[in-house]
């Protein structure tokens, strides 16, 4: 399995390891990029079916030119061939573009620069974006299996590459904290958490809507992204990069949580927050809609005033605080990791004939 140690993949390939060790099944995961940190491995290292390799190699969306990324896929393949995986699972599917793999290739769609660019920008792709779409492009048709995190991303990426049926659809899964964690502040604050530089996460929204509010607004997350792109913040407090028990001490306080992404495949740092039952304002988005429904409350991405005034309802009404914070936690309940798991392991099944119609699969067998 692939991963990077960036954003939301390292903490999705994490829990499904884990998921998919009751299973039988180990995991050598391969990340690319930058290293993981400390606190990262030693996460990993609580992973006893997992085995984790730092290859050095570069991201697909930070890359500088095609053969960069043709090179990791190479490597990637001979690194499957050389341990004797039976299922590849890309969660960069570019890396399948001209590789030679060995074994079926399960390619993840957790986000892609098409998409991407769709959601955020305007005008036909830039060359140094198009050619990384054509790559995720060729690594979907080589692919023998494709799923993504939800059905409207599902939809997306198929409009976007002009693939023939959409991914099959496996919502992400985190493990819930324990119950006896959640309080509710008497000072409340507010609360986001990601790839802060990322323009896709609209945090000048956020930044421009904290300078209406009287409570403190924190972000947890990086201002500079491995790929050049920064933001700069005036009314938000940035944190930095926090590890997930500093994030979970944050989230034990039911804060109210807030995303306003432009762009947002699926969003495990606002499955995180439901979990610990902070109420939630999010953009409204059709991927946060399906998933959060009911249990959220939905602001346009581009009204920084609306927001606002959103979040301060909420901060000024305690009870309202506690209704919806437990409304989303109830809705939580369905991104299971062991729901993950027995989705990721029919998509496995279906690549895998001698494991058709069997039960999955064996302690020998490999990821």
């Known amino acids: ?16 390891a884990q998921g998919l060790g009751r299973h039988g099944v180990e995991t050598t995961l391969a990340v690319l990029g930058p290293e ?56 960069s599917p570019a890396l ?15 986000s892609c620069v ?11 792709l830039p060359p140094e974006f198009a050619w990384r779409a054509d790559l995720v492009r060729q690594g979907y048709e080589q692919a023998d299996a494709l799923a993504a995190p939800t059905e409207a991303f599902a939809a997306m990426t198929a409009r ?54 009287a409570a403190p607004v924190l972000a947890a997350g990086p201002l500079d992204g491995p790929n050049g792109a920064c933001i700069r913040l005036n009314h938000v407090r940035p944190l930095g990069r926090l590890s997930a028990r500093e994030i979970g001490r944050l989230l034990a306080a039911a804060p109210v949580f807030v995303s306003v992404a432009r762009y947002e495949p699926f969003g ?3 499955l995180e927050a439901a979990q610990a039952g902070s109420p939630l304002v999010l953009a ?25 005034a959103a979040i301060q309802r909420l901060l000024g009404d305690p009870a309202a605080r506690r209704t919806l914070g437990a409304a989303a936690r109830g809705r939580s309940a369905r991104y ?19 494991f058709a119609g069997a039960p999955f699969p064996s302690r020998e067998a490999a990821a």
Not at 59 to 76: F, M, N, Q, S
Not at 174 to 180: C, D, G, K, L
Not at 181 to 208: H, I, Y
Request: glycine letters at 8%; a negative charge; aromatic letters at 8%.
């Open 1 to 16: 399995m692939t991963a990077d140690a960036v954003g939301g993949v390292w903490t999705y390939a994490l829990d499904l």
């Open 36 to 91: 993981p940190s400390d606190d990262q491995r030693a996460e990993a290292g609580g992973v006893p079916s997992l085995r984790l390799l730092a290859t050095g190699l570069p991201l697909d969306w930070a890359a500088e030119e095609p053969r960069a990324v043709g090179d990791a896929g190479a490597a990637i393949a001979a690194l499957a061939a050389e341990t004797g995986a039976e299922i590849v699972h890309l969660n």
């Open 96 to 110: 399948a573009a001209g590789a030679a793999f060995t074994a079926p290739v399960v390619a993840v769609c957790h």
């Open 114 to 124: 098409a998409t991407w660019w769709q959601s955020v920008r305007t005008g036909p």
């Open 160 to 213: 976007a590459y002009g693939l023939p049926h959409p991914p099959a659809v496996v919502h992400n899964g985190r493990h819930a904290p324990a119950a006896e964690s959640f309080a509710l502040t008497d000072e409340p604050f507010v609360f986001t958490a990601g790839r802060l530089w990322d323009d896709g996460k609209n945090l000048a929204a956020l930044d421009r809507a904290a300078a209406r509010l």
């Open 268 to 270: 495990l740092a606002v």
């Open 284 to 308: 409204d988005i059709p991927t946060f809609r399906e998933l959060w429904g009911e249990a959220a409350v939905f602001v346009s991405p581009d009204d920084d005033i609306a927001l606002a």
């Open 336 to 354: 299971s990791v062991e729901a993950m798991t027995a989705g990721m392991l029919k998509i496995y099944r279906a690549v895998l004939p001698r």
